[in-house]
């Protein structure tokens, strides 16, 4: 499906903005956009050593384990291949818990230490687990208490009460969130997006 | 008062981390900063393995964004959204969420100005903001920093959930506001 998409928003692109006339703004997002995505990706490379940095320490201190272990009532069912004092529980945690605090920067690092640590029970390098596929539908869908951002831009355009908008957005993350744990489970067990056993198997 | 809690626990959150973990490792005799620039070496080379990932994503994205495609698509589909009852205003919001987290934060923006803050339209953009999250640049980084090319299920489930996540925001918004 992503290779279709990815087609489409190319071809698309390019050939409306032929059509349009505006080929030439199109031709210069693509290359304004290849900038973006390394400086975004470049921009990384601080705050994601000093939170693996941590998050080792964490580690070897035992908090990660603990903290896996301390919720594993709750992600048993949505993570079921990988083990319940794997460090992976404990970073996808502190990512999901940072996520919904609105911890942005805290957030990323900790994702991507959550997916190194998943690709540790993955036998199949260059395909994506269950738990991966779990862990990225709750992120997409994201837990978001204080839209803070919002609010601001909100109350700057001079709205009367910016933050009653606080319950709506609670309750519509929610839904997304719901459906994206519903829809991982049902799609999962479709053939075409199914491991076969050779494939994977979970340690 | 729900606020002004959460504020303070997002305030303090990362320092109470820092301060704990590092605490508490050094009662559990951690050589701390060893330890600490053993983990961190790892940083460069994830941040710069997302590269290839995030520029296929962010070109396509610009691209399709720059020339004009996406009204075309909203022209399209606009009969089966008026008979869902949705806004017509709201749709540039519900295509550019999923594809772009800065995008979607310009339209936002645009379309409260445009209608003003207290409007239904313009209450309405700002649930869709926090409703979901920019699914398309979530797959790509977090895929793309473990070199994962093959999605599977991924942004199918990512999409559904943001569709839900919209409509639930559009829906609810009218009973609200």
Redesign the interface.
Same mark, same amino acid.
């Given at each position: 499906?992503?290779n279709i998409?990815?087609a489409v928003?190319?071809l698309?692109?390019?050939?409306? %903005?032929a059509i349009?006339g505006?080929i030439q !703004?199109?031709t210069?997002?693509?290359i304004?956009?290849?900038e973006?995505?390394?400086n975004?990706?470049?921009g990384?490379?601080?705050i994601?050593?000093?939170?693996? %940095?941590?998050?080792?320490?964490? !580690? !070897?201190? %035992?908090?990660v384990k603990g903290l896996a272990r301390l919720i594993s009532p709750v992600t048993k069912k949505l993570f079921s291949d990988v083990p319940a004092d794997h460090p992976a529980r404990g970073a996808i945690v502190m990512n999901l818990?940072?996520n919904i605090?609105?911890?942005g920067n805290?957030a990323?690092?900790l994702?991507?230490k959550a997916?190194?640590e998943?690709?540790k029970l993955n036998n199949k390098?260059?395909?994506?687990t269950d738990a991966?596929?779990m862990f990225?539908?709750i992120?997409?869908?994201?837990v978001?208490?204080?839209?803070a951002?919002?609010?601001g831009?909100?109350?700057s355009?001079?709205?009367?009460?910016?933050?009653?908008?606080?319950?709506?957005?609670i309750?519509?993350?929610t839904?997304?969130?719901?459906?994206?744990i519903i829809?991982?489970k049902l799609? %999962?067990k479709?053939p075409k997006?199914q491991?076969k056993h050779d494939e994977y198997s979970a340690k | 008062m729900f606020i002004k809690i959460v504020e303070a626990i997002s305030r303090y959150a990362i320092p109470f981390i820092f301060v704990g973990i590092v605490g508490y490792a050094l009662t559990k005799k951690v050589k701390v900063y060893e330890v600490f620039t053993e983990g961190a070496k790892e940083g460069f080379h994830t941040a710069v393995r997302i590269i290839p990932f995030l520029v296929a994503m962010l070109v396509a994205i610009g691209v399709f964004r720059a020339s004009g495609a996406m009204d075309l698509l909203i022209k399209a589909i606009s009969p089966v959204t008026n008979l869902l009852r949705i806004p017509a205003e709201t749709l540039p919001m519900a295509f550019m969420r999923p594809l772009s987290g800065g995008g979607a934060q310009g339209v936002k923006t645009d379309i409260i100005n445009t209608h003003g803050p207290d409007s239904l339209i313009g209450r309405t953009v700002a649930v869709m903001m926090g409703s979901t999250e920019t699914t398309f640049y979530v797959l790509a980084v977090y895929f793309g920093s473990v070199a994962i090319r093959k999605t599977r299920h991924s942004l199918p489930v990512g999409l559904l959930a943001d569709l839900a996540g919209l409509l639930t925001a559009i829906y609810i918004s009218k009973i609200f506001f």
């Open positions: 499906m992503i998409i990815w928003l190319i698309s692109g390019f050939i409306v %903005g349009n505006n !703004e199109v210069d997002a693509a304004a956009n290849a973006t995505a390394v975004i990706a470049l990384l490379i601080g994601m050593t000093l939170w693996l %940095g941590i998050m080792k320490v964490a !580690e !070897e201190a %035992g908090i818990a940072a605090l609105g911890l805290a990323t690092p994702g991507l997916m190194q998943l690709q390098k260059d395909t994506a991966m596929v990225l539908a992120n997409t869908s994201s978001t208490l204080i839209p951002t919002t609010i831009i909100l109350s355009a001079g709205g009367t009460n910016p933050t009653n908008i606080i319950g709506p957005t309750i519509a993350t839904v997304s969130t719901a459906v994206a829809a991982c799609l %999962g479709l997006y491991l | -």
